[in-house]
């Protein structure tokens, strides 16, 4: 058995981070090889899947049903739930690598919870445990689920809603790029990662309309938009700003190129502090959802968010619906 990672601990067995680009490092007539994966970790960890499966041999412990599950299952995920589970999965790596899987009981995954210091992190990280036993019951390597029926961390709802006079506020206080990016996110409802993905030819022609087709990289559900005047306009501000290059995507950084989620992050923290703004970026989806659901129905809301249950565009409504009722008298 090799030696335990000492960083890194969310790489699969075989995959190196060296630079900031990843490797496949298996050990080959007694030498390390060093095959380079590229800088994406979705892109390597599909590659080092193709390279590994060939080695892999059924197993009994959690970290061998760790990474089969990585192979069989993470890639038929959407790209940002990819890096949300890769992080859930190096954490499990960690607690329960080394544990044989008919070991783990539901009081471990109990501790778990009862111990992590991030109490909503570690329910997110007992969901994606499930998932892994549950696939491992398939496979025939275990006949029960440890997380089933243990108890998860109490999550409050984010009940934060944007009033217009404060989105209006925040409108006319950012710097031009950043405010066409806050007037596209609310009446677009999409998300950060979705939105700075956006690249001018994902705008078609469809019907005799102009549109704005792309997939939500969580669910992969494709949604097509219709380019209203309002959108139009946001669109071709954002190619009048001197700041910015001209370029492929809709919403670049001033290279040019496409933001990382962290590097608009950034500027965007940067923007609170410098102004005071105490929302977040991601209470505009949940303003637009809110409204939207107001003023058109849950199914509108539903339809627009792309989320394939209703249940779900729920959650972003219902703390932060107010119902404004009459009393007695």
């Not at 998932?131 to 997380?147: E, F, L, Q, S």
């Not at 409050?156 to 806050?182: H, T, V, W």
């Not at 001018?200 to 087709?213: K, P, T």
């Not at 309002?230 to 290279?255: G, H, M, V, W």
């Amino acid at each position: 058995m090799g030696r335990r990672r000492r960083n890194n601990r969310h790489l699969p067995p075989r995959m190196q981070l060296k630079r900031g680009a990843y490797y496949y490092t298996p050990y080959i007539d007694g030498k390390v090889r060093w095959q380079s994966l590229g800088r994406d970790y979705s892109d390597a960890l599909r590659q080092w899947a193709e390279l590994e499966g060939e080695r892999m041999t059924p197993g009994r412990m959690v970290s061998d049903a760790l990474d089969r599950y990585m192979i069989d299952a993470l890639p038929a995920l959407g790209a940002r739930t990819q890096k949300d589970y890769q992080r859930s999965l190096g954490v499990l790596r960690q607690v329960f690598g080394e544990m044989a899987l008919e070991d783990v009981r539901p009081a471990h995954v109990a501790q778990m919870l009862d111990t992590a210091p991030a109490k909503v992190a570690a329910n997110r990280h007992v969901a994606v445990l499930s998932a892994v036993y549950r696939h491992a019951m398939r496979w025939g390597w275990v006949d029960t689920n440890p997380c089933q029926g243990v108890r998860r961390n109490r999550e409050k709802a984010r009940d934060r809603y944007i009033e217009d006079a404060e989105l209006n506020a925040a409108i006319e206080a950012a710097p031009k790029a950043l405010s066409l990016a806050i007037q596209f996110a609310y009446l677009t409802a999409l998300d950060l990662g979705d939105m700075i993905a956006l690249r001018h030819s994902d705008i078609i022609e469809r019907h005799g309309q102009r549109v704005l087709a792309s997939a939500r990289g969580k669910t992969g559900r494709k949604v097509t938009v219709l380019l209203t005047p309002a959108l139009e306009e946001i669109i071709a501000e954002t190619r009048r700003c001197k700041d910015r290059p001209a370029s492929i995507y809709i919403f670049p950084n001033r290279q040019g190129q496409p933001y990382t989620a962290d590097g608009f992050k950034s500027v965007w923290q940067a923007f609170k502090k410098r102004t005071g703004v105490d929302w977040r970026w991601k209470d505009l989806r949940a303003k637009a959802l809110t409204d939207v659901s107001r003023a058109r129905g849950r199914d509108a809301a539903q339809a627009l968010a792309a989320h394939a249950s209703g249940n779900t565009t729920e959650v972003y409504i219902r703390a932060r619906d107010r119902v404004i009722v009459e009393p007695v008298r």
